[in-house]
């Protein structure tokens, strides 16, 4: 399972570098709606030992997310549909498409953990806002206190109105998504985080697979490069290599070019939240020239009525058909 997330993260730092598609933040809308915003979306054949044969679909959401942004965190947004899209005969249309659908859970049935407080004789029970109370480890989640699960969906045809199967993981009740990485005193290190967020990779059987694909939902360091500040800062550098060749650092190329060098890159330090499905190549490859188009998507429901009296499970009423909001990819 820590092969899959590295190769993940492999291939997604590689096809940033040869595809100029990210899109963090980049309309008035979207950048009100974080959550459903797509940042980037990568296809390419998986080429780990013993991963032959499959196809690796990663889509991005949540841009610009700080290792520190707490309390809240990076959570998905519970009434929006997220989809990756599969188009196999060329025509520019979804034949197939895995949607996803999160559910935010707090500890203790729902109603949060509790912690008493105060002087002996006068303590209270109060609740805490507070994603975890504790340590976590791959061997000890008893101190989450809120966590999001998903359901997954494989749709057949159009999305709207196609044949839908569910999937469920092989070997667990139902799909998790770990906690953000809140830091060290939480995870210990990044080497635990990881061996905590590589239990959340779930082999799945897809109808007419012989063999099980897999998915992964959560938090990962944005592969893509990118000169934020200066970019939009009416393009506040020269964009042409400025050494004889990238990374020579000897100022030979284009006159007052740039110099490539990791202090250049904005995302350096930013995270975003990855959809990671790794599917078998000829169960979604149909019947068409072995080619394939992807795209991601994410929707909400047409209408939404806050509510006055909210609750952490009923904020909110939402009403209406689907409607999309935010698209990357190009089949």
Not at 86 to 99: H, L
Not at 170 to 190: C, E, H, Q, R, V
């Amino acid at each position: 399972m820590q092969k899959l997330l590295l190769s993940v993260m492999i291939g997604s730092a590689l096809a940033a570098t040869a595809v100029q598609a990210s899109s963090h933040r980049e309309a008035p809308g979207i950048a009100r709606a974080p959550a459903l915003d797509s940042t980037d979306f990568y296809a390419f054949n998986s080429y780990e030992s013993g991963r032959e044969g499959y196809v690796t679909l990663i889509a991005n959401y949540i841009p610009l997310q700080d290792a520190y942004g707490g309390p809240n965190y990076f959570a998905m947004d519970p009434a929006a549909e997220y989809a990756i899209h599969i188009d196999n005969d060329g025509d520019a249309m979804e034949d197939i498409s895995f949607t996803l659908k999160f559910t935010p859970m707090l500890a203790a049935d729902n109603q949060g953990v509790a912690l008493t407080v105060g002087p002996e004789g006068n303590q209270r029970s109060v609740k805490v806002p507070l994603k975890n109370v504790g340590p976590v480890s791959a061997e000890d989640m008893s101190a989450v206190n809120f966590s999001e699960q998903y359901s997954l969906m494989m749709v057949e045809g159009d999305m709207r109105s196609g044949a839908r199967t569910e999937i469920m993981p092989m070997d667990a009740m139902y799909f998790a998504k770990p906690l953000d990485y809140i830091g060290n005193k939480t995870f210990s290190s990044t080497a635990e985080y990881q061996r905590y967020a590589n239990q959340y990779v779930y082999d799945v059987m897809l109808p007419g697979c012989e063999m099980p694909a897999r998915v992964f939902v959560g938090q990962r360091k944005d592969p893509f490069v990118v000169n934020l500040g200066k970019t939009f800062d009416l393009v506040n550098y020269v964009p042409v290599e400025g050494d004889s060749m990238p990374g020579a650092g000897d100022g030979s190329g284009f006159p007052g070019g740039i110099t490539q060098s990791d202090s250049n890159d904005d995302l350096a330090d930013k995270n975003v939240t990855s959809i990671a499905l790794e599917v078998p190549a000829n169960c979604v490859t149909g019947n068409g020239n072995g080619t394939i188009g992807a795209w991601t998507t994410a929707s909400l429901p047409q209408a939404r009525i806050l509510n006055p009296n909210a609750t952490f499970s009923k904020p909110e009423v939402q009403g209406g058909a689907m409607t999309q909001v935010s698209r990357l990819g190009n089949p």
